[in-house]
């Protein structure tokens, strides 16, 4: 016989009810970090909320995610300190959307 697990989920009700957005709390937890160095990172200019309350940030895109990512690998691998790693990511997204630009010429030579 097969043994078969379920689990119960509780969920509260938040504040916010759009399942694409993701609160302080629920970001630090993703990507593994205390919430006040989410804080930081925004205070810095390297990760932008969605909406701030008293000064505090607290709704966040899913992409969040993936930008502390590359922030704590930036940091940890390499050493780069947060000005440094502003900078990089800066060149990150001018690169991203110099690449986007150049499939899209591509595609109108082409066909």
């Known amino acids: 016989m097969v043994e078969r697990r379920y689990f119960i989920v509780r969920r509260t009700h938040a504040a916010h009810t759009n399942p694409w957005e993701l609160t302080l709390p629920q970001l630090a ?28 940030p607290s709704l966040f895109a899913p992409s969040a995610v993936d930008v502390v990512h590359k922030i704590l690998r930036l940091r940890r691998d390499l050493g780069i300190n947060y ?24 595609r109108q030579i082409i066909g």
């Open 83 to 106: 000005v440094g790693i502003g900078v990089v990511l800066d060149l990150m997204r001018r690169i991203e959307a110099l690449e986007a630009r150049v499939r899209e010429l591509e």
């Open 29 to 56: 937890s993703l990507c593994g970090v205390h919430p006040e160095l989410i804080v930081r990172f925004v205070h810095l200019g390297l990760l932008d909320p969605l909406e701030e309350q008293a000064g505090v």
